[in-house]
């Protein structure tokens, strides 16, 4: 994938999914991280015969680290902004897995999406490109805020970001995973108790779920299954658990997992 593959522009989409800031940063924590002894994930989806077609919408801090971390684990990634030729940085630092293009082609590539876009983009990623997710594992990493989303931000956080989330794009198999991360957390998956930081998971589809602890795994993190759609309330923006890192087990207890 030396190539870059750059798609259709979707010319209604208003949302700036990168800056050259972001990007910067996710090469740096991609950059400490590869260079760590704590990530032993080096080819390991590929090894395993898991290795997966991911198209990034929103590569930013979040989602330029992931990629780079799932790109060294195997799995083959397409980046996209509104300037994919802004990502080509981001792409020969993934090299030979990656390809940057528009949103659309991303949504077309991936076996799995991951959406690391402000909430305010949604609605306007669904009507024009949900149908291109439609059967598709799909990974919510969105976290609204007021001073950037407005009034949205009370309304999905009353109702959860994942259940908002799944009402713009229905027939995706939508996940919930990595919004209670903190950027940082990427380079350095040890937390404050010695162990690897937990990422809780929601979503209604159990496969989908076991999909998305894989590529938790992939990162280096550990993932914690909390269950349906619904709990992604329970570790949305501004909950105790919300970029707290704690380990697996301490996230169990706190979210009364058995």
Do not use: C
Request: proline share 6%; net charge negative.
């Amino acid at each position: 994938m030396q190539q870059p593959i750059v798609g259709i522009p979707v010319s209604r989409i208003s949302w700036n999914a990168f800056t050259a800031s972001a990007l910067a940063l996710a090469l740096a924590l991609a950059l400490a991280l590869s260079s760590s002894p704590l990530f032993a994930q080096a080819g390991l989806a590929e090894q395993e015969g898991r290795a997966m077609r991911i198209g990034i919408i929103g590569s930013g801090t979040m989602g330029g680290a992931i990629g780079l971390l799932w790109a060294e684990a195997g799995h083959e990634i397409l980046f996209s902004s509104r300037n994919p030729d802004e990502l080509m940085d981001l792409v020969q630092s993934a090299a030979p897995r990656a390809s940057a293009g528009y949103a659309d082609a991303a949504a077309y590539f991936g076996d799995v999406i991951l959406l690391a876009v402000p909430p305010g983009a949604i609605p306007q990623i669904g009507e024009d490109i949900g149908h291109l997710m439609q059967g598709k594992v799909v990974i919510d990493l969105t976290n609204p805020r007021a001073d950037r989303d407005g009034p949205l931000t009370d309304e999905w956080l009353e109702m959860g970001t994942g259940l908002a989330m799944a009402q713009y794009l229905p027939g995706a198999r939508l996940v919930k995973a990595f919004n209670s991360l903190g950027a940082r957390m990427l380079a350095n998956p040890i937390g404050r108790s010695g162990e690897k930081i937990g990422v809780p998971i929601a979503g209604d589809d159990a496969e989908a779920r076991d999909i998305v602890a894989d590529l938790v795994r992939d990162t280096g993190l550990e993932p914690v299954m909390v269950g349906r759609l619904e709990r992604a309330k329970e570790f949305d923006r501004g909950s105790p658990v919300w970029v707290s890192g704690q380990s697996a087990a301490q996230l169990r207890e706190a979210l009364n997992l058995r």
